[in-house]
């Protein structure tokens, strides 16, 4: 049985229709940047999420970047974030010349641990970046609650997370800033890169919309060093088609999380726990196994894809060797890097494909 990681050929199949006629317009009106494709994204996305502005930008990273940038965070600045994610989160950071301050994640959501956070911050916190770690948000009340006490913003790295909710809020719409990723594999897919950033401080979205056009207010005119962060418009065409399915690949998305987690809780391995506060979009469906490499090589056996997100934590990696951190410093991220492992997951997998896994994960664990 063929199973893709993300089955992105049938979403395509799916909407190839629309997508195709979209692109097109966009090929013949010549228009490539900006322009209306990209406004009626933007307008469609500050409704779905709530925020008062939502602004399409070049990549999830070049999200989290521009809004570092508007922040005026840079040289001896420190952003609290977790060690537990992609390395996009704390990359920008460090490009801004700013120093990580790594917290460890709660054992059950796996995103950074609101407990932890007050003791790391000092005079010279500038943001709190907490990860919506697999389509999941982290505990953003306790963590705004904190912000609030220290007047510090909070961006909420919703790259997985986009379509979330939390306490019935839309997650990119729980902080000061939230940013959200449209690389093809995420929850919402555009065909190449693409990002967004939703705010709603005017002076900040006036400000991140100069930033992500080389600092310009108007052409020619620059009042901040910035970026070429835009989305292009073909990007913004295929969004606008998957938005308007978006919705109902959320719903299939949670069934097909929840019935993972219904068949496999007969086995040893460990199912993701969602708040009660929360939905998740499941960006991945990560499971935990004692015996991780043992599971992969049988599921590969039968070519049942699987991927670990991610292996090890950024404490760890050789690029922030800088930041003096060790093994040990965070033992849950460490733990949990050790056991994680991400199965097929989409709104398009099957039953029978889903049944197919599910009895091969049985057949060892
Ligand atoms: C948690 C997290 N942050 C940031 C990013 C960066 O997004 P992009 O790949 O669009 O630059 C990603 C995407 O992989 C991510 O998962």
């Known amino acids: ?41 933007e307008d469609n996305l ?62 059950d959501n796996y995103n950074i641990d609101p407990a932890l956070i007050e003791a790391a911050i000092t005079k010279n916190t500038k943001a709190i970046m907490p ?38 809020k839309k997650s990119c719409n729980l902080s000061t800033i939230g ?5 093809p594999s995420k929850p919402l897919g555009a065909y190449g890169d693409g990002g967004a950033i939703f705010t709603s401080d005017d002076a900040l979205a ?12 108007e052409r020619y005119r620059h009042k901040y060093i910035g ?15 998957k938005l308007a399915y978006f919705h109902e690949e959320v719903t299939k998305r949670e069934e097909i999380g929840a019935r993972y987690s219904n068949l496999l809780s007969s086995t040893n391995v460990s199912t993701p726990k969602i708040d009660e506060h929360n939905t998740s979009v499941y960006a991945q469906y990560s499971v935990r196994a004692q015996n991780r490499e043992t599971l ?9 894809p699987t991927a670990v997100h991610y292996p090890m934590p950024l404490h760890l990696q050789e690029a922030f060797a800088d930041l003096g951190y060790s093994l ?7 733990k949990i890097s050790q056991e994680i492992m991400s199965l097929p997951m989409s709104p398009f997998l099957k039953k029978e494909q889903q049944n197919f896994i599910v009895d091969a994960i049985k057949e060892i664990s």
């Open 328 to 334: 040990g410093d965070f033992p849950l991220s460490e």
């Open 296 to 304: 992969a090589k049988h599921l590969q056996s039968k070519d049942i």
């Open 206 to 217: 006036e400000k991140i919309r100069m930033l992500l056009n080389h600092g310009q207010n």
């Open 46 to 107: 500050a409704i779905y999420t709530g925020a008062k502005h939502a602004i399409g930008c070049s990549s999830g990273t070049d999200a989290l970047l521009l809004s570092l940038m508007a922040l005026d965070i840079g040289a001896g600045d420190e952003v609290i974030t977790t060690p537990f994610t992609f390395i996009a989160t704390a990359e920008v950071i460090a490009l801004l010349g700013a120093k990580s301050i790594f917290v460890d994640i709660e054992e």
């Open 227 to 241: 970026i070429n962060g835009r989305l292009d418009a073909i990007q913004a065409a295929v969004l606008n088609v």
């Open 131 to 168: 990860v919506s770690l697999y389509g999941q948000c982290a505990d953003m009340d306790a963590i705004n609650d904190i912000a609030v006490k220290y007047d510090t913003p909070v961006i909420e790295d919703a790259c997985q997370s986009f379509g979330a909710t939390y306490k019935g």
């Open 179 to 183: 940013c959200t990723s449209f690389f």
């Open 1 to 41: 049985m063929k199973i893709n990681f993300i089955d992105l050929q049938a979403q395509y199949k799916a909407y190839k229709e629309e997508i195709d006629k979209e692109v097109l317009e966009v090929m013949s009106s010549a228009q490539f940047i900006g322009g209306e494709k990209l406004k009626k994204l």
